[in-house]
């Protein structure tokens, strides 16, 4: 399974302090452990996933989930 990031979501994450990066990541990672929480695949759902300090929007494509926001509040 692939993860792409939105471009907007991508320069989220590039202004994140490394700490808010390690939060994206591991909430990410623990997304992917768990396909039975995913949008239906085509893009026109979306999810919103929370972690401590973060979260983020998915859309599920066939074979890759894409970011579309991303926020940190730490």
């Known amino acids: 399974m692939r ?3 939105e471009w907007l979501a991508a ?3 590039a202004g994140l302090p490394s700490a808010g990066r390690e939060e994206v990541r591991l909430l ?3 997304v992917l452990r768990r396909p039975e929480e ?3 695949p085509g893009g ?3 999810a919103d996933v929370f972690g401590a300090r973060c979260w983020v929007t ?3 494509y066939r074979g890759e989930l894409e970011v579309r926001d991303v ?3 730490g």
């Open 58 to 60: 998915v859309v599920a």
């Open 11 to 13: 320069e989220v994450v």
């Open 3 to 5: 993860v792409g990031l």
């Open 71 to 73: 926020g940190w509040c």
């Open 44 to 46: 026109e759902e979306s």
């Open 38 to 40: 995913w949008p239906v």
């Open 28 to 30: 990410l990672e623990g």
